[in-house]
């Protein structure tokens, strides 16, 4: 049987090049290779995650929904319509602890590190705000919405989600009475003054009219997050706000402090420590650089992601997780050298990996007669040899990787 879910991708990644298309006619710098490329990164993290974490959320719906229900709901149209306004209404909650405790928006700040806006935000998402989620939404069963419903129901409201990420649409008031559209969604997104937590709603706008957190689109927005960041490395995207509070955990003189710490809101730090970020440095990349192999290497890979995903349900659990490693591997490189985080530059160093991969993938297919390792075997050899020969004709700096 079939990932569903990975059919839906390309008519994303569709939506995605139209949108581009259509900028870059326009001359609007919306788009960025570098910033679709740790977009996608961050994607393939979370959605390789929500494997994981969405089958443990089903188990825990169904086991919260037969031992804590206090009553199960009709199985009608009408469990389906109070689900999607009661799941909205947990988001909007979600949503908003997201932005005013630490531990929380240590998984949440993926989303909004970005200092562009568009489609491609939508898969940026840390696969540990997924992993939150699974507190909130275990209370639903309790009150006989079935595990199957609620499961749909997220599903559809992430789509809306997605769909919010554009700057296409401008300002329509009579909607934004009642829906989140795009525009209350840049606002969201925004790092303006005024635009700060506000906006949390998912679908509906009525939750940030009841609470006090509705703000319409009034000046520019500029996006991003106020900290001090490098949007270049997808795993630093992810754990960027965990290792600044843990250091701050670490460095606080009062053990009270270091208990309050992650659930206080973002900007609170111990009055005994200063706030540190990781340092992160910008290799100077030659003028001389070819980009084209890499974002080749890149388009490759994300192909082959694509079709794994979609296959994984038919795969052993080894198999999978393996081809995994070695596709995340190309991805996350990549992205890293575009956004100048590693330059392609120690290409010993780089093939010695690929070698490495290659050998692994080779003993599996061997130990285990998985003729799927053979793809990505191959493409770990072809990708070794196209590096070394490309090295030879440019003039790169040495690595400043910093993994």
Not at 133 to 152: D, M
Not at 239 to 265: C, E, N, T, V
Request: charged share 15%; glycine share 4%.
């Amino acid at each position: 049987m079939l990932n569903i879910t990975a059919l839906f991708i390309p008519i994303l990644l569709i939506a995605i090049g139209i949108e581009w298309f259509v900028t870059r006619k326009k001359n609007e710098p919306t788009y960025t290779i570098g910033n679709t490329m740790q977009n996608m990164s961050i994607g393939a993290l979370d959605q390789i995650g929500s494997l994981f974490y969405f089958t443990a959320l089903y188990f825990i719906l169904d086991y919260s929904y037969q031992h804590f229900s206090l009553f199960h709901l009709s199985d009608s149209w009408i469990q389906w319509v109070l689900a999607f306004i009661v799941v909205d209404f947990l988001s909007y909650w979600y949503h908003r602890f997201s932005h005013r405790t630490h531990i929380l928006w240590a998984g949440h700040i993926t989303h909004h590190s970005s200092p562009h806006f568009n489609l491609s935000n939508g898969f940026r998402t840390s696969l540990f705000q997924g992993i939150n989620r699974i507190i909130f939404w275990a209370l639903l069963p309790i009150f006989g919405f079935s595990p199957w419903v609620l499961l749909v129901t997220l599903k559809v409201s992430g789509i809306y989600d997605f769909v919010q990420h554009t700057k296409w649409f401008p300002r329509i008031p009579w909607l934004e009475r009642i829906l989140i559209t795009p525009s209350l969604h840049r606002v969201h997104h925004g790092k303006n003054d005024i635009y700060i937590d506000k906006n949390y709603g998912s679908v509906f706008s009525i939750w940030d009219k009841l609470f006090g957190t509705f703000q319409e689109e009034t000046e520019p927005v500029e996006y991003g997050i106020k900290a001090e960041y490098r949007d270049s490395n997808p795993l630093i995207a992810v754990g960027f706000h965990y290792h600044y509070l843990w250091q701050h955990i670490q460095s606080a003189s009062r053990i009270i402090d270091k208990f309050k710490m992650p659930f206080m809101p973002p900007e609170w730090i111990p009055t005994t420590t200063k706030q540190t970020n990781p340092v992160q440095k910008k290799v100077n990349i030659n003028g001389n650089f070819n980009a084209q192999p890499i974002l080749f290497e890149f388009v490759i890979a994300v192909i082959a992601f694509i079709a794994l995903y979609g296959i994984t349900p038919m795969l052993p659990t080894w198999t999978s997780a393996i081809c995994y490693l070695i596709v995340l591997h190309y991805i996350i490189q990549n992205s890293r050298i575009i956004n100048q985080d590693i330059a392609p530059p120690n290409f010993k160093k780089i093939i010695i990996i690929n070698s490495m991969i290659a050998a692994v993938c080779f003993s599996c297919a061997v130990a285990w007669h998985q003729n799927i390792f053979w793809i990505p075997l191959f493409l770990s050899m072809y990708f070794s040899v196209k590096r070394l020969r490309s090295s030879e004709n440019q003039n790169r700096t040495e690595s400043a990787s910093f993994i």
